[in-house]
């Protein structure tokens, strides 16, 4: 901390976790803000799980309740799993913002609020009939009231700073108040600043004032009477970076690609919310990486199957909306048996949908989104840090096999952030195959479909190497030879070959793992975003004696070979998704296993409390 705020005399209450988050207009910098708290609590040693919303209107009327941005982040020193139900302290830049927000707060809970914005016109926008700060509408929470705009305005002038970009900085101001209130090391703060505005020192000096002004402001208002610590949490020791989950994904293929001793190729057009990856990728083309920015996204997945073609480890990104207009070339790639990871960040739909709000909608899409008999392997990433090990785990099928895999993740996964534990260099798997390097055949010839014993893949020939020349394209192939045939019964052979091939992965997968009581009346299964939610409710109710289970499945094609038995254990089976009930459909079909379903569709993430009520309501119904 610096000389001039180093001294807090408000008493400090020491609490082992809290959840913050911060509201304003999607021009307000409240992601940023956020961010900048999570980084700090990061480096100051705590467990923190977050969760951005971001507006789905691209330019929503300023002040509306369309154009609320919010950022959640939970903080504790113990091993978290969720952003949190529910804040304990919300902050409110706006009448919009607050309205949006204030059902979440918990009762009793603290509230900060940049009372300037309050004004006749702001709270009308906001739907308001009168002010909420002065109708004792908010007489249930601990209201902090903050001249936010104008305590900006006195610590920014003199820095060159002018017109509406003095109040630009009022989201440092609102942070600073947080770092003063929850303890947070300012020099995280302040060294960003300095990095991120350095060819801009006016508004480098207007951010770091108005920061050092929230944090002042703390200490001498006498609104706040009470200050909090969250403790570091004791992790497994190694070295740590917080992640999203989309710069964990980029960075698992970096390494995947690493690993596979291949180059890396990664063509995608920009679609919200996977961008990000085209992004970070980008920015490490030291590490042999090639991004492509196609015109569209036929043209994104056609050039990454010739990079496949061409012997790199090829990767194509995008949302739901892209992978409809890919699914004729993936089926490409399924006729041609040749590598390819195809990346599905998941949002809400159908078509253009919500942009920005989560779901897991496309699961069945995944399946069986393609013309004719193509199946391909499916998986799916669990949390931001479960991306980076879930790419090298996809990029090791679709290599092994010879087959297309398609990764799936979701919003709230590629915007969500964690602690993540660097691995070791050595602790990452051989991935590599070797290229076909001279004819396979007793007569001297190159047999591009002669498969392997154990994988059943065909072999990897390179464009170039003498001698393996062979035919290629989306026309049945003749089993062996791969010459185009029409032949019924070849074709017969063909289709099933390729469906035994993706369902003999199911023996070179992991086994599920069980968290909880083996003779338990109720197992929770989930796939993706829902393990925090789900482990955390399991935890629940077994704190209190009750006997559950839960398993998360990250290979979703073929399932893991000891599912069933798994499923036969268990009495009742729940099975929480957000989406109409998927998973469960497939499980059903699959095993013949009823199982009890919890769906919803809203944009959100399930709650803890929602897990929870369910898992007591079935384990009352078993009684």
């Given at each position: 901390m610096s000389d001039e705020t180093a001294t807090i005399e408000s008493p400090t209450r020491e609490i082992d976790k809290v959840v913050i988050r911060l509201a304003g207009d999607s021009g307000d910098g409240m992601q940023l803000a956020g961010a900048r708290f999570t980084d700090a609590s990061a480096l100051f040693g705590n467990d923190l799980a977050t969760l951005p919303n971001f507006p789905a209107e691209i330019r929503a009327p300023a002040g509306t309740l369309p154009g609320v941005s919010s950022f959640q982040v939970q903080i504790a020193d113990f091993d978290i799993l969720t952003a949190g139900d529910e804040p304990d302290c919300l902050v409110a830049m706006n009448p919009a913002a607050l309205r949006a927000n204030i059902g979440d707060l918990r009762p009793g809970g603290t509230l900060i609020v940049n009372e300037d914005a309050f004004d006749e016109r702001n709270l009308a926008k906001a739907g308001y009939d009168s002010n909420p700060l002065e109708d004792g509408s908010l007489q249930g929470?601990?209201?902090?009231?903050?001249?936010?705009?104008?305590?900006?305005?006195?610590?920014?002038?003199?820095?060159?700073?002018?017109?509406?970009?003095?109040?630009?900085?009022?989201?440092?101001?609102?942070?600073?108040?947080?770092?003063?209130?929850?303890?947070?090391?300012?020099?995280?703060?302040?060294?960003?600043?300095?990095?991120?505005?350095?060819?801009?020192?006016?508004?480098?000096?207007?951010?770091?004032?108005?920061?050092?002004?929230?944090?002042?402001?703390?200490?001498?208002?006498?609104?706040?009477?009470?200050?909090?610590?969250?403790?570091?949490?004791?992790?497994?020791?190694?070295?740590?970076?917080?992640?999203?989950?989309?710069?964990?994904?980029?960075?698992?293929?970096?390494?995947?690609?690493?690993c596979a001793k291949l180059p890396l190729f990664y063509g995608s057009y920009p679609i919200t919310p996977a961008s990000d990856i085209l992004h970070e990728l980008s920015r490490h083309k030291n590490f042999g990486v090639r991004t492509f920015q196609a015109e569209d996204e036929i043209a994104a997945v056609g050039a990454a199957i010739g990079a496949a073609f061409g012997g790199s480890l090829a990767v194509t990104g995008t949302s739901g909306p892209g992978l409809a207009l890919k699914s004729e070339a993936i089926s490409l790639a399924v006729m041609t048996e040749l590598p390819l990871v195809v990346v599905d960040v998941q949002r809400a739909g159908p078509s253009t949908g919500m942009p920005t709000k989560t779901e897991q909608a496309d699961l069945l899409f995944a399946m069986f989104g393609r013309h004719g008999?193509?199946?391909?392997?499916?998986?799916?990433?669990?949390?931001?840090?479960?991306?980076?090990?879930?790419?090298?785990?996809?990029?090791?099928?679709?290599?092994?096999?010879?087959?297309?895999?398609?990764?799936?993740?979701?919003?709230?996964?590629?915007?969500?952030?964690?602690?993540?534990?660097?691995?070791?260099?050595?602790?990452?798997?051989?991935?590599?195959?070797?290229?076909?390097?001279?004819?396979?055949?007793?007569?001297?010839?190159?047999?591009?479909?002669?498969?392997?014993?154990h994988t059943f893949a065909r072999p990897w020939a390179v464009p170039g190497t003498p001698g393996l020349e062979h035919r290629i394209g989306g026309l049945e192939k003749e089993a062996v030879t791969g010459n185009v045939s029409y032949d019924p019964a070849n074709h017969q052979l063909m289709v099933d070959t390729r469906a035994w091939k993706i369902r003999n992965i199911a023996n070179d997968i992991p086994p599920v793992e069980v968290e909880g009581d083996e003779d338990a009346e109720l197992l929770v299964l989930g796939w993706g975003s829902t393990l925090g939610s789900i482990r955390a409710a399991v935890r629940r109710v077994r704190s209190d004696g009750e006997k559950v289970a839960t398993a998360h499945l990250r290979h979703l094609n073929p399932f893991p070979a000891n599912l069933e038995d798994l499923l036969e254990r268990y009495p009742r089976v729940l099975i929480p998704e957000l989406n109409t009930g998927q998973l469960r459909w497939l499980i059903q079909a699959e095993f013949l296993k009823r199982c009890d379903g919890l769906n919803k569709v809203t944009g959100q993430p399930f709650r803890v409390a929602e897990v929870e009520e369910k898992i007591r309501e079935i384990l009352k119904e078993a009684r």
């Amino acid at each position: 901390m610096s000389d001039e705020t180093a001294t807090i005399e408000s008493p400090t209450r020491e609490i082992d976790k809290v959840v913050i988050r911060l509201a304003g207009d999607s021009g307000d910098g409240m992601q940023l803000a956020g961010a900048r708290f999570t980084d700090a609590s990061a480096l100051f040693g705590n467990d923190l799980a977050t969760l951005p919303n971001f507006p789905a209107e691209i330019r929503a009327p300023a002040g509306t309740l369309p154009g609320v941005s919010s950022f959640q982040v939970q903080i504790a020193d113990f091993d978290i799993l969720t952003a949190g139900d529910e804040p304990d302290c919300l902050v409110a830049m706006n009448p919009a913002a607050l309205r949006a927000n204030i059902g979440d707060l918990r009762p009793g809970g603290t509230l900060i609020v940049n009372e300037d914005a309050f004004d006749e016109r702001n709270l009308a926008k906001a739907g308001y009939d009168s002010n909420p700060l002065e109708d004792g509408s908010l007489q249930g929470y601990r209201v902090i009231r903050v001249p936010m705009e104008r305590l900006t305005k006195e610590a920014v002038k003199d820095t060159g700073v002018s017109g509406r970009d003095v109040l630009r900085s009022k989201n440092f101001f609102a942070l600073g108040l947080l770092a003063w209130l929850f303890h947070r090391p300012e020099a995280p703060v302040i060294e960003w600043v300095e990095k991120r505005f350095a060819d801009k020192p006016e508004i480098k000096e207007a951010n770091i004032r108005a920061f050092r002004a929230g944090f002042t402001y703390g200490q001498a208002t006498e609104a706040i009477k009470v200050t909090y610590v969250v403790p570091p949490a004791t992790l497994p020791p190694g070295t740590y970076t917080n992640v999203t989950g989309n710069t964990a994904l980029a960075w698992g293929l970096i390494a995947a690609a690493q690993c596979a001793k291949l180059p890396l190729f990664y063509g995608s057009y920009p679609i919200t919310p996977a961008s990000d990856i085209l992004h970070e990728l980008s920015r490490h083309k030291n590490f042999g990486v090639r991004t492509f920015q196609a015109e569209d996204e036929i043209a994104a997945v056609g050039a990454a199957i010739g990079a496949a073609f061409g012997g790199s480890l090829a990767v194509t990104g995008t949302s739901g909306p892209g992978l409809a207009l890919k699914s004729e070339a993936i089926s490409l790639a399924v006729m041609t048996e040749l590598p390819l990871v195809v990346v599905d960040v998941q949002r809400a739909g159908p078509s253009t949908g919500m942009p920005t709000k989560t779901e897991q909608a496309d699961l069945l899409f995944a399946m069986f989104g393609r013309h004719g008999e193509a199946p391909l392997p499916v998986l799916a990433v669990a949390s931001p840090s479960d991306a980076f090990g879930m790419a090298i785990e996809a990029a090791r099928i679709a290599l092994r096999y010879m087959t297309p895999v398609l990764l799936l993740s979701d919003n709230y996964i590629a915007n969500g952030s964690e602690p993540w534990r660097l691995p070791k260099v050595e602790e990452l798997p051989d991935i590599s195959v070797p290229f076909a390097s001279k004819p396979n055949s007793p007569d001297g010839r190159f047999l591009p479909y002669l498969r392997d014993l154990h994988t059943f893949a065909r072999p990897w020939a390179v464009p170039g190497t003498p001698g393996l020349e062979h035919r290629i394209g989306g026309l049945e192939k003749e089993a062996v030879t791969g010459n185009v045939s029409y032949d019924p019964a070849n074709h017969q052979l063909m289709v099933d070959t390729r469906a035994w091939k993706i369902r003999n992965i199911a023996n070179d997968i992991p086994p599920v793992e069980v968290e909880g009581d083996e003779d338990a009346e109720l197992l929770v299964l989930g796939w993706g975003s829902t393990l925090g939610s789900i482990r955390a409710a399991v935890r629940r109710v077994r704190s209190d004696g009750e006997k559950v289970a839960t398993a998360h499945l990250r290979h979703l094609n073929p399932f893991p070979a000891n599912l069933e038995d798994l499923l036969e254990r268990y009495p009742r089976v729940l099975i929480p998704e957000l989406n109409t009930g998927q998973l469960r459909w497939l499980i059903q079909a699959e095993f013949l296993k009823r199982c009890d379903g919890l769906n919803k569709v809203t944009g959100q993430p399930f709650r803890v409390a929602e897990v929870e009520e369910k898992i007591r309501e079935i384990l009352k119904e078993a009684r």
